[in-house]
């Protein structure tokens, strides 16, 4: 099968698709044929920089594509699934035309959308599930998303809106002001000093910035960036974590019509390095996926 690999850290020329040998699932384990994966910041990271598993190693964390067969799983042959597989922590890369995981990682995958666009779904949404959790959002509340119209922020947005409370997006760069105001937010600007100071009862930053200043007294500032938090009171990190009830919910999001994904682009697995140079770039409205 091939699979896109590492075997150093560098710029988009390191990736290479290669043969390797197919897998086989060990007891508890699904094999799965991909049909499409996601690029991730994470991916990025992991590729340029001296983090993750020891190389060579397969990179890739989402997941859609159909079972090809079980080891003593509830699963069966033919069924669509999706998964977020935690890479960096386990080696385990999604960026294959097979892959096999633990059966508690995968749930089945949306009905109403094409499998392929369903890959935009496995980290991003977990992120911005856990995320929110930390917020402790309740009707009536006010959230800032930092990145709103990102991969994370853009699911963040539509799901904070459905606890009742108000969302108000900071996006990069104006030509982002109309998607942030299709996914719902109220207030809309891409300018911190712009935004009324002590205001919200929550902010989710997915972009890394200093903006503690923003928050009420008593708020909560969640923050999944890897730059240090501001240092105001109730300021956390979010780690995301495997979690395929997570998933589960949101697919049923997905598929009662509640919850957008957003698609910018398709690559064939051949078209990695392109595919890498695009993110890089920035100014991304939706994902940017993997075909197999
Ligand atoms: N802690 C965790 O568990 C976890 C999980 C998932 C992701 N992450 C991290 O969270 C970050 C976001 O992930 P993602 O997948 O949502 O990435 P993404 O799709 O690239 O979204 C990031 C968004 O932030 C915007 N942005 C950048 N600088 C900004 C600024 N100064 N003000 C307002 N918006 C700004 C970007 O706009 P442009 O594209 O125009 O620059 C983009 O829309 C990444 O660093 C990722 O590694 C962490």
Do not use: C
């Not at 994470?42 to 590729?47: E, F, G, S």
């Amino acid at each position: 099968m091939r699979a896109v690999r590492i075997d150093r850290h560098g710029g988009p020329d390191v990736l290479t698709v290669e043969e390797i040998p197919d897998p086989a699932p060990a007891p508890g384990e699904v094999l799965v044929r991909t049909a499409a994966s996601s690029l991730n910041p994470v991916d990025h990271k992991t590729r340029a920089q001296h983090i993750g598993p020891a190389l060579p190693a397969t990179l890739g964390w989402d997941l859609a594509g159909t079972v090809v067969a079980t080891h003593g799983t509830p699963f069966r042959p033919g069924e669509q699934v999706i998964a977020m597989s935690a890479q960096i922590a386990t080696g385990r890369g999604t960026w294959s035309e097979l892959v096999t995981l633990p059966a508690h990682l995968l749930t089945h995958a949306p009905t109403t959308i094409p499998l392929t666009d369903a890959a935009a779904l496995p980290l991003a949404g977990v992120t911005a599930v856990q995320a929110l959790e930390k917020t402790a959002l309740t009707d009536g509340d006010r959230l800032l998303v930092i990145g709103a119209t990102g991969a994370v922020g853009g699911i963040a947005v539509q799901l904070a809106l459905r606890t009742g409370a108000t969302v108000d997006a900071l996006v990069s760069r104006p030509a982002h002001h109309t998607e942030a105001r299709a996914l719902g937010a109220a207030h809309v600007t891409h300018t911190l000093t712009d935004l009324p100071p002590t205001a919200y009862d929550a902010v989710l930053d997915t972009a890394g910035l200093d903006a503690g200043h923003l928050l009420a007294p008593g708020g909560r500032y969640v923050s999944i960036a890897d730059e240090p938090l501001p240092d105001v009171p109730g300021a956390v990190k979010s780690y995301v974590q495997e979690n395929s009830d997570h998933l589960a919910d949101l697919v049923a999001l997905v598929d009662k019509g509640a919850l957008r994904l957003r698609i910018a682009a398709r690559h064939p697995l051949d078209e990695v390095r392109a595919a890498h140079e695009r993110f890089e770039a920035g100014g991304v409205l939706g994902k940017i996926l993997l075909t197999f």
